[in-house]
Nanobody
Framework: QVHLLESGGGLVQAGGSLRLLCAAS????????MGWFRQTPGKEREFVAS?????????YGDSVEGRFTISRDNMNKNTVHLLMNSLQPEDTAVYFC?????????????????WGQGTQVTVSS
């Protein structure tokens, strides 16, 4: 079993920045891609970003491209960061960390095997 724990959420003003962290533990995560999704009440969970095991490839959703950066800790590949810049009220959501065996370029919830509990990000206008 893989356990994912998110941290770093909170309240920020529009235009500000936040950094989310996801720490994975449990069974070996060799060759695991990791990613972030977000969800608001009444809407489907939306792909935000993902990164390959070796951190050589990163992918972003259209709404965050150019503002968010996903990265993997060089010393501990089981830790992933999401740096969110130029935050807007529409970025307000619960952000979920996810992991999967295999490639990172998977945009659908059903393609990801492991999930964290989520962390709330609120952007005020």
């Amino acid at each position: 079993q893989v356990h994912l724990l998110e941290s770093g959420g909170g309240l920020v003003q529009a235009g500000g920045s936040l950094r989310l962290l996801c720490a994975a533990s449990g069974r070996t995560l060799d060759a695991c891609a990791m990613g972030w999704f977000r969800q608001t009440p009444g809407k489907e969970r939306e792909f935000v970003a993902s990164i390959s095991w070796g951190a050589g490839s990163a992918y972003y959703g259209d709404s965050v491209e150019g503002r968010f950066t996903i990265s993997r800790d060089n010393m501990n590949k089981n830790t992933v960061h999401l740096l969110m810049n130029s935050l807007q009220p529409e970025d307000t959501a619960v952000y979920f960390c996810a992991a999967r065996i295999g490639v990172a370029h998977k945009l659908h919830v059903s393609e990801w095997e492991y999930w964290g509990q989520g962390t709330q990000v609120t952007v005020s206008s």
